[in-house]
T-cell receptor
Framework: GAVVSQHPSRVICKSGTSVKIECRSL??????MFWYRQFPKQSLMLMAT?????????EQGVEKDKFLINHASLTLSTLTVTSAHPEDSSFYIC?????????????FGSGTQLSVL | DAKTTQPPSMDCAEGRAANLPCNHS???????VYWYRQIHSQGPQYIIH???NNETNEMASLIITEDRKSSTLILPHATLRDTAVYYC???????????FGPGTSLSVIP
């Protein structure tokens, strides 16, 4: 079945540095990808919708200049957390719709645990 | 806000059926009911989806009421590996952004 590969799985960085997270659709093309953030013991919170070849659509309250999304190809979307701070520490998850029909399922990456010191 | 409501937690004995309810009273006619689950510290996993007919796959069964205002996910023979948070969501297509509610934390007990 379709697979979404997300890297890295875990990253520790110093405050003030930037971190890039990659999300790849391995055997299907993804014109749309979704980025979520999840804090401990909470549900997934949608951050933005990534669209190939155009600007991402951000959810209310998500700073687009801090969370840069690039979807330059049909198989790759990246999320860059710029000038990361400890409050940005979270579990970040990407997903992409896939399948034969428009009503098929969402496939999720395995997530990236970001820890900012 | 999520358009679905689920109980926050449930327990199920290993080997028994787990029945997870979801209310979606404001569902529109062309919205599907999707179920996903998330095992601790992993990305969510698709389980099943349906429009109005009951659906079954290798993982679970989905029962949707005739008025489509609620549904039940059934894991026929729960195992310890089914311990996870289960999310019910709505969408016209998988390209619709999915807003996750709190989900149901299912604990399968030996």
């Amino acid at each position: 079945g379709a697979v979404v590969s997300q890297h890295p799985s875990r990253v520790i960085c110093k405050s003030g540095t930037s971190v890039k997270i990659e999300c790849r659709s391995l055997d299907f093309q993804a014109t749309t990808m979704f980025w979520y953030r999840q804090f401990p013991k909470q549900s997934l919170m949608l951050m933005a919708t990534s669209n190939e070849g155009s600007k991402a659509t951000y959810e209310q309250g998500v700073e687009k200049d801090k969370f840069l999304i690039n979807h330059a190809s049909l198989t790759l979307s990246t999320l860059t957390v710029t000038s990361a701070h400890p409050e940005d520490s979270s579990f970040y998850i990407c997903s992409a719709p896939g399948g034969a029909g428009a009503n098929e399922k969402l496939f999720f990456g395995s997530g990236t645990q970001l820890s900012v010191l | 806000d999520a358009k679905t409501t689920q109980p926050p937690s449930m327990d199920c004995a290993e080997g028994r059926a787990a029945n997870l309810p979801c209310n979606h009273s404001t569902i529109s006619g062309n919205e599907y009911v999707y179920w996903y689950r998330q095992i601790h510290s992993q990305g969510p996993q698709y389980i099943i989806h349906g429009l109005k007919n009951n659906e079954t796959n290798e993982m679970a069964s989905l029962i949707i009421t005739e008025d489509r205002k609620s549904s039940t996910l059934i894991l026929p023979h729960a195992t310890l590996r089914d311990t996870a948070v289960y999310y019910c969501s709505l969408g016209k297509t998988s390209y619709d952004k999915v807003i996750f509610g709190p989900g149901t934390s299912l604990s399968v007990i030996p």
